[in-house]
């Protein structure tokens, strides 16, 4: 009897080792991998890298191993509901990055949220999901000799991420959007909001108040989308989907060749010999972020390793990697490989002003924000039902405009118009039910519109400050330093001032907190009160093979090296009219497909 308890007690063991090794596709340690090599070797699992983990993993012959320096998302509460977008900024769930003082802000520097969690930025993000418009796409194709980049020729790989899903209130939603052009049978849930405020009702009554300059959109998803609509948001049954919550879900996660290592900070990646006289780099170093100074491992791919660690993250590991400026390097000491000047450079990002009007109303954000009773019941609703003003997200409504023809001689005087075309946005107005960022004001109640310049000429950089990895890089994203993008975000100020004399506001808006009126007011409001909205891309551009710019070439594979590739928001070599979900998740689509047709 001893003798069969002690060999059932063995087996168990063995059996609850064995599930843990094939089915824990996340572990924390890297004792419990498999092995130290793998076919594909992913960095980041954020928005980008959890797409093509679970494409590559679709052929069971191919063994994918991500790196994820951040924590699992797995029970983080702030993540999951859909409100509360926001709450994991200066967290552990935080890269918590700073900027270096922007002379266009005033030598203000400010905090660079950026997702230090499995699913990136999309555990943490507003979950906008807003394509750009078709103008950005077919730029994008024409910049990179690619036309596999254009509008028409993504179209699958958005309904491939797609999966249109009715909101948590399950309201009618016809006329606030167009089936027609979207995807109900991918991975990634996008829905219209689950909670609506009789003040978004206000917003677009003023559309049809005011359809000249403001005209009401039924899909700014369509390729064309100028006009103020509804917004689609990353929210399934009223809670947030990630690419962690999605790409990972448990039917992905048993694929006995997909491995995920937790708090595995990647150091640089390494060369490991030469073809046709091109480095290859098919090793990776890694840390424990827990610990940065325990010693570092190694792991190594058998066909390529892919850079997804964002625009902040992918170049900064690339020139830790001696991958860059050749002078810029030396300057830091780091020695240098190869030499592709590109890498960090051309930091994009969309600045952000938030306009402020005190509202007759009590049905605003602020007023459950305040009252602990209220509050509390709609924590209650949203924990036991996932319904409420929790199952959305904060704001219902958005516009994408242009400057006014009125003001175009004199905002373009000095510049080309920056629009990817004539159906492109030069700002956006992003509308809210009241003051969003904690705290909020202790008294009175307010709508807030933000206004956001998404065709900025400013670029910044992200540079290495030491041969030492795991020390910050040097981010500075520039913003407002070009006179062009100051005088499009003093237009967009001016514009939201105009929406709100809509009739529909007359007896609602009882007063502008914001009182500047001259342009040099306006600046002065401006450089003081922009901010980031974390749409950064650009700092690994695509530029056209054989190009003597960019970092990577269209189909994403590095400049000048073998073995090495580039998928997330990084490789964008401009930032589309957009916030940046949807166009990073379309790039890990394609690329996936790129990848795979490498290697079939």
Do not use: C
């Amino acid at each position: 009897m001893l003798h069969q308890s002690k060999v059932l007690h063995m087996w168990l063991v063995f059996v609850t080792t064995f599930l843990r090794v094939t089915f824990a596709v996340v572990v924390e340690r890297v004792t419990d991998l498999p092995g130290l090599e793998y076919d594909f070797i992913i960095v980041g699992g954020g928005t980008a890298g959890l797409v093509v983990a679970n494409r590559l993993t679709e052929n069971p012959a191919h063994s994918v191993l991500v790196l994820e320096a951040g924590g699992s998302n797995e029970n983080v509460y702030n993540s999951k509901v859909p409100f509360y977008n926001g709450r994991l900024f200066n967290t552990a769930a935080d890269w918590n990055f700073t900027t270096t003082p922007m002379p266009g802000l005033g030598g203000r520097s400010m905090g660079y949220p950026s997702g230090h969690i499995l699913g990136g930025t999309s555990s943490m993000n507003g979950l906008a999901y807003t394509r750009g418009s078709s103008d950005d796409y077919n730029r994008y194709a024409r910049l990179t000799g690619d036309p596999g980049w254009s509008w028409d020729r993504v179209q699958p790989y958005f309904r491939k991420n797609e999966h249109w899903t009715e909101p948590a209130d399950h309201h009618n939603t016809t006329g606030q959007f167009n089936p027609a052009v979207h995807g109900f049978h991918g991975v990634n849930a996008v829905s219209l909001p689950g909670f609506i405020y009789s003040f978004d009702h206000r917003v677009i009554q003023a559309t049809s108040e005011l359809p000249q300059e403001f005209p009401f959109n039924l899909d700014m998803n369509s390729g064309n989308q100028i006009g103020i609509g509804w917004t689609q948001s990353t929210i399934k049954a009223g809670e947030r989907s990630s690419s962690a919550t999605s790409y990972l879900a448990p039917k992905y996660a048993r694929r006995r060749n997909l491995h995920i290592l937790l708090h595995a900070r990647v150091s640089r990646v390494l060369r490991t010999g030469s073809s046709n006289g091109l480095p290859i780099f098919k090793s990776v170093e890694f840390g424990n972020d827990r610990s940065l100074d325990a010693p570092r491992k190694r792991v190594t791919a058998r066909k390529e390793v892919i850079l997804s660690s964002g625009a902040i993250g992918t170049p900064h590991i690339l020139q830790n990697s001696g991958i860059g400026d050749i002078q810029h390097l030396r300057s830091v000491g780091i020695t240098p490989l190869v030499h592709l000047p590109s890498v960090g450079q051309n930091l994009t990002d969309h600045p952000f002003v938030a306009n402020t009007w005190r509202v007759n109303s009590t049905d605003t954000f602020e007023t459950a924000i305040r009252n602990a009773t209220i509050a509390e019941e709609q924590e209650r609703l949203w924990n036991e039902m996932r319904m409420g003003p929790y199952a959305a997200s904060t704001f219902n409504v958005a516009g994408w405009l242009r400057v006014p023809e009125n003001e175009s001689a004199s905002v373009f005087k000095e510049f080309m118009d920056p629009a990817a075309g004539p159906g492109s946005a030069h700002f956006e107005f992003i509308i809210a039910n009241g003051a969003t960022r904690l705290p909020v004001p202790e008294t009175g109640n307010f709508m807030v519109i933000g206004t956001v310049v998404v065709t900025p000429l400013s670029r910044g950089t992200v540079l290495a400050t030491s041969s030492d990895p795991f020390r910050p890089p040097n981010i500075n994203p520039n913003l407002l330093s070009s006179p062009l993008d100051l005088a499009i975000m003093r237009s967009a100020i001016r514009a939201a001032r105009r929406f709100t004399q809509a009739p529909v506001w007359s007896s609602y808006i009882l007063g502008l907190e914001d009182k500047a009126v001259t342009d040099a007011e306006l600046d002065t409001f401006i450089r003081g009160a922009a901010i980031t909205v974390s749409h950064e891309v650009g700092t690994a551009a695509m530029s056209p093979r054989g190009a003597d710019w960019g970092v990577v070439d269209p189909d994403l594979r590095v400049k000048k090296v073998k073995g090495l590739r580039v998928v997330d928001a990084s490789v964008l070599p401009l930032v589309p009219a957009a916030h940046t979900q949807a166009a990073t998740y379309v790039v890990a689509e394609r690329a996936s497909d790129l990848i795979k047709a490498t290697w079939t």
